[in-house]
């Protein structure tokens, strides 16, 4: 394009002077005829005449020949000065809008010195400046969106972003996924389905005024719904976006805790109201001696009761809070054992129990908590004997297999229902509530059981059928040296 533009330029000067020689030609042409009319007039003689008109033929093609030289040299000359005062620095310009339009970066070669500089190389130059902030300016913008699009991509919160006319401008995979949106849809249409009452012209418009907040109760899942309006950089509304929560987890926490204090009030409130009764019978009534015996029986079991449930609820609160420092020791697994069984023949023998302890002789020494497996054992061990029947059998093994050394307490007791197996671990869940009370259980041994086996990265299982007894498998990892 600028060659075509230096090339008409040169032809138009050219034009010029040839039209200019021409013209001189035709003038001395003109002269010549007149002077060829005048020496007619005159009595010359022919050779003088032709002699006359040679001499002027010969100066006219002399000067014509000079004019064009002449001409010729200075469209040169005129050519070599527009290419270098208007061609070349106009082709840097164009050059240089050109590459930035594609977004690159603008080379100036050769500029002159400050002096020579003309104005359009110094408005290259300028574009070269206004190139290179451009292009940073755009690099930082460029990063700054793909962090945001990052964050947005792998936050478990969702995120829609919607514009003033409710078309969805931004969506991630959480609120997809939360939401069940297969297609970008609109606004009414997400949210229709679920039955929400919300206006998107009212959160825009009277975002203060009305509520943004809003809460979906779906099959297995809780979704709170945080509506916010945002403005354009006039200060416009722009569009609304919603934040999408998963609140499952704290939905189950909260009432998980709501059951906690409603079962600690029932928990407490039985041996509470018990030993109301029998105080006040004590005190407002006369009793004889051996009334009065048997009920400050009843009211000490009562408060061993209150106490022991007390006991286990700080335990659970310890563990909970992490309050109980877990001190690991490396000890024998079937010393500790035996000295638990032998702790409990007294209470087997009253019941007329069956019970063997056998300790496999090549079981290494475990490393957890000495004082909570204890805990652990002497908790599964006694519930054994609670619920096995006069004359059962209860049989413990200590042995191991591949790195955990494992304790199996095997009883022939009633058995727990295939569908209670799943709750036994949950705080105050009791398969028989009666039974357990009378034998002042507090709904919370295998809970603070589980709890300790967790924090000694240690795991327990239970397998029973009713009528038939319980097996219980703890497994406990090794310290082999």
Same mark, same amino acid.
């Given at each position: 394009?600028?060659?075509?533009?230096?090339?008409?330029?040169?032809?138009?000067?050219?034009?010029?002077?040839?039209?200019?020689?021409?013209?001189?030609?035709?003038?001395?042409?003109? $002269?010549?005829? &007149?002077?060829?009319?005048?020496?007619?007039?005159? @009595?010359?003689?022919?050779?003088?005449?032709?002699?006359?008109?040679?001499? #002027?033929?010969?100066?006219?093609?002399?000067?014509?020949?000079?004019?064009?030289?002449?001409?010729?040299?200075?469209?040169?000359?005129?050519?070599?000065?527009?290419?270098?005062?208007?061609?070349?620095?106009?082709?840097?310009?164009?050059?240089?809008?050109?590459?930035?339009?594609?977004?690159?970066?603008?080379?100036?070669? /050769?500029?002159?010195?400050?002096?020579?500089?003309?104005?359009?190389?110094?408005?290259?130059?300028?574009?070269?400046?206004? @190139?290179?902030?451009?292009?940073?300016?755009?690099?930082?913008?460029?990063?700054?969106?793909?962090?945001?699009?990052?964050?947005?991509? /792998?936050?478990?919160?969702?995120?829609?972003?919607?514009?003033?006319? =409710?078309?969805?401008? /931004?969506?991630?995979?959480?609120?997809?996924?939360?939401?069940?949106?297969?297609?970008?849809?609109?606004?009414?249409?997400?949210?229709?389905?679920?039955?929400?009452?919300?206006?998107?012209?009212?959160?825009? &418009?009277? !975002?203060?005024?009305?509520?943004?907040?809003?809460?979906?109760?779906?099959?297995? %899942?809780?979704?709170?719904?945080?509506?916010?309006?945002?403005?354009?950089?006039?200060?416009?509304?722009?569009?609304?976006?919603?934040?999408? %929560?998963?609140?499952?987890?704290?939905?189950?926490?909260? @009432?998980?805790?709501?059951?906690?204090?409603? !079962?600690?009030? /029932?928990?407490?409130?039985?041996?509470?109201?018990?030993?109301?009764?029998?105080? !006040? *019978?004590?005190?407002?009534?006369?009793? +004889?001696? #051996?009334?009065?015996?048997?009920?400050?029986?009843?009211?000490?079991?009562?408060?061993?009761?209150?106490?022991?449930?007390?006991?286990?609820?700080?335990?659970?609160? $310890?563990?909970?809070?992490?309050?109980?420092?877990?001190?690991?020791?490396?000890?024998?697994?079937?010393?500790?054992?035996?000295?638990?069984?032998?702790? %409990?023949?007294?209470?087997?023998?009253?019941? @007329?129990?069956?019970?063997?302890? &056998?300790?496999?002789?090549?079981?290494?020494?475990?490393?957890?908590? $000495?004082? =909570?497996?204890?805990?652990?054992?002497?908790?599964?061990?006694?519930?054994?004997?609670?619920?096995?029947?006069?004359?059962?059998?209860? *049989?413990?093994?200590?042995?191991?297999?591949?790195?955990?050394? &494992?304790?199996?307490?095997? !009883?022939?007791?009633? =058995?727990?229902? #295939?569908? +209670?197996? #799943?709750?036994?671990?949950?705080?105050?869940?009791?398969?028989?509530?009666?039974?357990?009370?009378?034998?002042?259980? *507090? =709904?919370?041994?295998?809970?603070?059981?589980?709890?300790?086996?967790? %924090?000694?990265?240690?795991?327990? +299982?239970?397998?029973?059928?009713?009528?038939?007894?319980? +097996?219980?498998?703890?497994?406990?990892?090794?310290?082999?040296?």
């Amino acid at each position: 394009m600028v060659k075509s533009i230096q090339i008409k330029i040169v032809m138009v000067f050219m034009i010029l002077g040839i039209v200019v020689i021409t013209g001189l030609g035709l003038t001395f042409i003109y $002269k010549l005829n &007149y002077l060829h009319s005048e020496i007619t007039t005159v @009595n010359i003689s022919t050779e003088e005449i032709q002699q006359l008109l040679g001499e #002027q033929m010969k100066q006219t093609r002399e000067i014509i020949y000079v004019s064009l030289v002449i001409f010729t040299i200075l469209i040169i000359l005129l050519g070599a000065f527009i290419a270098k005062v208007v061609i070349k620095p106009i082709a840097r310009l164009i050059k240089s809008t050109e590459m930035i339009a594609n977004g690159e970066d603008i080379e100036i070669e /050769h500029l002159p010195n400050n002096k020579n500089k003309t104005e359009i190389d110094e408005l290259v130059e300028a574009f070269s400046v206004m @190139n290179a902030g451009l292009k940073e300016n755009l690099n930082e913008v460029t990063r700054q969106k793909k962090q945001i699009e990052t964050i947005l991509l /792998h936050m478990t919160d969702g995120i829609v972003a919607f514009d003033i006319e =409710g078309k969805v401008i /931004h969506i991630n995979l959480a609120a997809k996924r939360m939401l069940n949106i297969t297609n970008e849809i609109d606004f009414e249409s997400i949210f229709d389905r679920f039955g929400v009452d919300i206006n998107l012209e009212k959160i825009i &418009y009277l !975002d203060n005024w009305t509520s943004s907040e809003k809460k979906l109760n779906l099959e297995n %899942q809780a979704i709170n719904l945080f509506f916010a309006p945002f403005k354009n950089e006039n200060d416009r509304p722009a569009g609304v976006i919603v934040v999408v %929560q998963d609140i499952t987890e704290q939905e189950k926490l909260d @009432n998980m805790r709501k059951e906690f204090v409603a !079962d600690v009030s /029932h928990e407490l409130k039985t041996p509470i109201t018990s030993i109301m009764g029998y105080a !006040d *019978t004590l005190i407002d009534s006369e009793v +004889d001696e #051996q009334n009065q015996k048997k009920f400050l029986e009843r009211i000490s079991s009562e408060a061993k009761r209150m106490s022991k449930l007390v006991a286990d609820l700080l335990i659970l609160s $310890k563990y909970d809070t992490a309050k109980i420092k877990i001190e690991k020791t490396e000890f024998d697994l079937g010393e500790l054992v035996k000295y638990i069984f032998e702790g %409990q023949t007294i209470e087997m023998q009253k019941k @007329n129990l069956k019970a063997e302890c &056998y300790v496999t002789a090549d079981v290494p020494p475990v490393y957890a908590d $000495k004082m =909570g497996i204890e805990r652990v054992v002497i908790n599964i061990l006694s519930n054994a004997i609670k619920y096995t029947d006069d004359g059962g059998k209860i *049989t413990v093994y200590v042995g191991f297999v591949y790195n955990d050394a &494992y304790i199996k307490i095997k !009883d022939t007791g009633r =058995g727990i229902p #295939q569908n +209670d197996l #799943q709750k036994i671990f949950d705080r105050f869940y009791r398969v028989d509530k009666d039974r357990a009370r009378e034998t002042g259980g *507090t =709904g919370l041994g295998l809970a603070i059981a589980k709890e300790i086996l967790d %924090q000694n990265d240690s795991k327990i +299982d239970i397998k029973s059928e009713v009528g038939k007894g319980t +097996d219980v498998i703890i497994r406990i990892p090794t310290k082999i040296k």
